[in-house]
Each structure stands twice: as structure tokens, then as C-alpha cells.
């Protein structure tokens, strides 16, 4: 069915997407690739957001206000997808906690605190809701009773429904995100394989053909730049701190590697030049020593040997 068209009216017409990405990436693990955990797959965010708002496009007239996606992370540390995910345009990442269990608390609190404020402030005309709780119903009364059109869409069940029935009764309209249309964001994780001891990072950096140039004294800086010993080992502290703060399984989230989202690149950049005292940019080497020492640290954690990073 076609929405009207407001802007006919001079009446600038918006849109929001809300995303239960617990509810999203659950539902689509499961009539996928038949998980059940989300560590078993991974997912290609970006492009399934710009999937969502060009799908969005076809049904509702207007503009994008944005896109809000709603996720958890533990301590409310984003992860490092979730920190790629926020440098999106038109995107804000909203986080709950997740507990020790796994479970997610304050999402639904946040969906529905948006959704309301939204709508009473005459933000948007229309809502696009993906999502399966019935604890969303309170809020899409609340925002259709000062005007604004909820759209729920969900994702294609294995069987039955995996969306609450009066969620279903209380939308506007109602769309069925298919299989076909979600396939190609969502990819089986790769299973960690134990790999034989590895030789030592001194062995691997030494074996290396390519001739490197003399090395100035470690913690030095020279006219050719930084030590290649020194950089390395704060590549190593900067991946220690991370584990720390960050958590091990955000850490696993960058394997296999060696190739850094542009987004931790650049953190992991930051972070060694604050300890380093000075800019690693005018040295392209350095900075792949540096990726170096921080692969190195993370393959020990995992038991997964040394790596090699990507120029």
C-alpha cells in the first residue's frame, strides 16, 4: 500500500528506522545458518544498513531523519564492529549493557524512550520498526497517538513467527524481510584452528626478504625514523591495554586478520603516538612495525601464532 506523499502538501516529510539488532541478527542467525549464538557468524553491517535504507526508499515517501540501531555490549563498551558501525552517516548507535549471561538489558527501554520522544516532538511521520517483543507495544501506541505511522517489519521465521502477535496487531502496516534479502550480510565465523608452536616474533621478523632499513637505537627517533624494536613492543602494549579494557572477545572480533577496520587502524595509531612522544604518519614502515607488535600480542592470546600485517 503507498504512503502518502506529504511533500505535496509542502509538508516536509521524514522518516526513522529503528533496529533491534538483537532481534535482527538473532532471527536472521537462525533461518540462515541455523544458529543460535552470535559468535557464530559474522555479519556485514554497513552494507546491511545501506540495504535497509535503500529498501526503505521503496515503500515510505520522504526523507531520512537516520537510522538508530540499537545493540548491547558489555559494560556498554562498544565492540569493534559497533565502533565502525557509529562512524556511519545517518547512523547512532544506541548501546544497553550485556551481562555476564549474555542477555541484553535497556535496549527495549531505548527503543521506546526514541520512538516516543520522536513522535511527540514531531520529528518523523513515519517509523520504520524491526523488532519481535511485544514490550515495543506501549511505545507504537504512544507514537500513533501523536500522529506517526509504525511500520514493523521483521525477519523471514524458519517456521511459525518469531514476532509478538499484538506487535503485529498494533503496527500500521506490517513487511517480512526474506531470507534472499538478508543472505548476503551474514557469513558462518570461521572456527579458530590451533596451529603448531609458533616460531618466536624476532624469528618471523628476522626471516623476512625484504631488506629493512639500519635500525636507529630503540627509543630513538632518527632522521629515518622511530626503532623498529621500540614501535613494535608499544604495538604489543597498546594490544595488552586493549585486551584489558576492551575485553577478549571484542579483541577476537578483529581475527583473523591481519587487516584493521580503518576505523581501530587509526585508534591503535592514536594510542601509540601518545606513548611514543611523537607522530608515526611520516613513517609508512613504522606504522606496519606497529601493526606487527599488535598482531603479534593478540595470535599469542589466541593461540593462533604471529601474524603478518597488511601494509
Known amino acids: 500500500m503507498a504512503i502518502p506523499d506529504f511533500s505535496a502538501h509542502g509538508i516536509a516529510a521524514k522518516y526513522a528506522v529503528l533496529v533491534d539488532v538483537g532481534y535482527l541478527y538473532a532471527a536472521a542467525g537462525e533461518v540462515l545458518l541455523g544458529a543460535k549464538e552470535r559468535k557464530e557468524y559474522r555479519v556485514a553491517a554497513d552494507e546491511l544498513i545501506q540495504a535497509l535504507q535503500k529498501h526503505v526508499v521503496q515503500s515510505i515517501s520522504g526523507e531520512l531523519l537516520r537510522v538508530y540501531w540499537y545493540d548491547a555490549a558489555r559494560d556498554r ?112 565465523a570461521p572456527v579458530p584452528v590451533p596451529v603448531p608452536p609458533a ?69 591503535l595509531l592514536i594510542e601509540a603516538e601518545k606513548e611514543l612522544g611523537h607522530s608515526l604518519r611520516p613513517y609508512p614502515e613504522a606504522r606496519v612495525w606497529l601493526r606487527d607488535g599488535f598482531w603479534a600480542r593478540v595470535y599469542r592470546e589466541f593461540d593462533l601464532g604471529v601474524g603478518i600485517s597488511s601494509k
Open 77 to 188: 563498551v562498544p565492540t569493534v564492529d559497533q565502533r565502525v558501525i557509529a562512524q556511519l552517516p545517518w547512523v547512532k548507535v544506541r548501546l544497553g549493557n550485556l551481562n555476564a549471561r549474555g542477555q541484553q538489558k535497556g535496549v527495549d527501554a531505548q527503543i521506546r524512550s526514541d520512538l516516543e520522544a520522536l513522535a511527540r516532538h514531531h520529528a518523523v511521520n513515519d517509523a520504520v520498526l524491526i523488532a519481535g517483543d511485544e514490550d515495543m507495544v506501549p511505545a507504537v501506541e504512544a507514537a500513533q497517538a501523536y500522529g506517526v505511522r509504525v511500520h514493523l517489519w521483521g525477519v523471514e521465521p524458519p517456521f511459525g513467527t518469531n514476532q509478538a502477535e499484538r506487535l503485529v496487531w498494533e503496527s500500521d502496516t506490517v513487511e517480512i524481510l526474506s531470507a534472499d534479502f538478508l543472505r548476503p550480510f551474514f557469513t558462518r
Open 199 to 267: 616460531p618466536s616474533p624476532a624469528q618471523v621478523f628476522a626471516s623476512r626478504a625484504k631488506p629493512m632499513p639500519p635500525k636507529a637505537p630503540v627509543g630513538q627517533t632518527s632522521k629515518l625514523g622511530p626503532g623498529r624494536p621500540h614501535v613494535e613492543e608499544v604495538g604489543e602494549h597498546v594490544a595488552q591495554k586493549w585486551i584489558l579494557t576492551r575485553g577478549r572477545d571484542n579483541i577476537r572480533d578483529l581475527l583473523p586478520g591481519p587487516i584493521l577496520p580503518t576505523v581501530i587502524d587509526t585508534e
